[in-house]
């Protein structure tokens, strides 16, 4: 009984919705039925959102990296303008301490002592780059194949990743070794022998950017171009390799990072190239004008590869264009507080930590190929390099007082003022911490520890936890295929 009532019911609901069930009757209900997207309006406006947060992130990311970007040149000029100076203050400093005698505890301030390092570093690392010839490096590499180029260029940029992450810990210890109080008690394996390392350090780091360099003129130079069309379109495969992938804020504030790394790089790294040809080309501007379409194309390459990475990112992650501004700040912070009276680092330090750029290596490199490119002879010569050394003094300046502005403001709109003031207030309240010699005889902590110790043993699993990162704790070089919670 129940089974007929159901058929009749459901023959009811059939002829109720198609009364006629014939081919033209349901051809007409194709052609004229409709629907209604505002019964699914969160989804759709999900969407449209989505696309406007594509179409934002050119502009949000070009923004981030063009201040990154002068982040850079601040502090790679900072190495051919301001550091000889500081390091003629810092030498005249102990040429009349005999004679103005000696006052307080230190020959030399800690920044004093890093300039004189990061200057004999430079000083010996340009000596040493001497015996390397350019040309036989060209030559060498011109005779290979296009394949085993192509792998080897691969393999230098691992390479300069794995030299720059490494790099800055080499010099890190270096500046803390030479500046550590007498008083406290060392363990280290002494001064020397950190130089050392850091001196071969950058002298590597300088060979391996060479070499990079030498395959790309080499490219630029092939006569079909194959090579320079295989480099660009290894860019795009970076696309594939990150997209994909898993991204929370952190991680893509670290990527951005070393995207505006890699990018002033690159920019250098041409700038040789055109030195290099057209000093080849007795500096004829005709062949400039014959490099200019190549190298725009590496660079429009560079910026639309960028673009799309990033966009697809922040789409399939759901992340704001608005966190780029987030990075920016970020950035400015360093900034703002290397330049407060109690700051711990210099800035160019501060950048290569977050940035993972050392300018040490490329400058070197960049002033063998400048003297070995161009020929100073007689006094007019040695006039227009100090003019140019005044220009580039001037741009510095410059560069610096407008960036230090615009950080103001970008830290400001972050509301970012407490933590810079926290950060100013940090080194006095951590030595007021600092346990006694009686507490450490007895193998004690102060109450902080003891209550931390107590909360680990009460709750086992805060071991396991990975503690919350700010963007201000992020360096470049944090493993970026762990998630950052």
Request: contains cysteine.
């Amino acid at each position: 009984m129940r089974d007929l009532q159901t058929m009749a019911l459901c023959s009811h609901c059939c002829s109720a919705v198609v009364p006629d069930p014939s081919l033209t009757r349901f051809i007409c209900a194709e052609l004229t039925r409709g629907y209604f997207l505002e019964h699914n309006e969160a989804k759709y406006t999900e969407r449209r959102e989505r696309v406007y947060t594509c179409m934002r992130i050119p502009k949000e990311l070009e923004k981030l990296m063009l201040f990154g970007f002068f982040l850079c040149v601040d502090a790679f000029l900072y190495v051919f303008t301001l550091l000889p100076l500081r390091v003629l203050l810092a030498l005249l400093r102990v040429l009349t301490l005999p004679c103005c005698g000696f006052s307080g505890s230190r020959l030399l301030q800690p920044a004093q002592v890093c300039d004189m390092l990061k200057g004999l570093i430079l000083l010996l690392c340009f000596s040493m780059m001497h015996y390397v010839d350019y040309s036989m490096m060209y030559h060498l590499i011109r005779g290979q194949s296009v394949i085993k180029l192509y792998i080897i260029y691969n393999m230098l940029e691992v390479a300069d990743r794995l030299f720059s992450s490494f790099g800055q810990d080499i010099l890190d210890a270096l500046y803390w070794t030479a500046t550590e109080p007498k008083e406290r008690k060392r363990d280290s394996i002494g001064v020397i022998p950190h130089f050392l390392m850091a001196v071969l350090y950058v002298f590597l780091h300088s060979i391996l950017i060479m070499v990079q360099a030498s395959t790309l003129n080499v490219a630029f130079n092939s006569h079909n171009k194959s090579l320079l069309t295989i480099m660009m379109s290894n860019n795009f495969v970076e696309i594939k390799g990150s997209v994909f992938k898993k991204f929370e804020k952190n991680n893509l504030f670290q990527m951005s990072n070393s995207d505006i790394k890699e990018r002033f790089t690159s920019y250098v790294l041409l700038l040789i190239v055109c030195l290099r040809n057209m000093e080849q080309f007795s500096w004829n501007t005709d062949h400039l004008l014959v490099l200019l379409p190549d190298v725009f194309i590496v660079i429009v390459s560079e910026i639309a590869v960028d673009t799309i990475k990033h966009a697809f990112i922040t789409k399939f992650n759901d992340i704001p264009a608005d966190v780029y501004s987030e990075y920016r700040a970020s950035l400015a912070f360093d900034l703002v507080s290397s330049r407060q009276k109690n700051a711990y680092t210099d800035y160019s330090d501060s950048v290569a930590r977050r940035m993972g750029f050392i300018p040490l290596p490329l400058a070197v490199l960049l002033i063998r190929v400048l003297l070995s490119s161009v020929k100073v002879q007689g006094a007019l010569s040695y006039t227009c390099v100090f003019l140019f050394y005044l220009g580039l003094v001037t741009l510095k300046v410059l560069n610096s007082i407008v960036l230090l502005g615009k950080s103001c403001v970008y830290v400001k709109r972050a509301n970012m003022e407490d933590k810079l003031f926290e950060k100013s207030s940090t080194p006095s309240s951590s030595s007021n911490k600092t346990p006694n010699k009686a507490d450490q005889a007895r193998g004690q902590t102060p109450s902080g520890g003891e209550e931390e110790e107590e909360q680990a043993a009460e709750d086992p699993d805060t071991k396991h936890r990975t503690p919350k990162k700010d963007l201000l704790e992020i360096d470049r070089f944090t493993i970026c295929g762990n998630r950052i919670d």
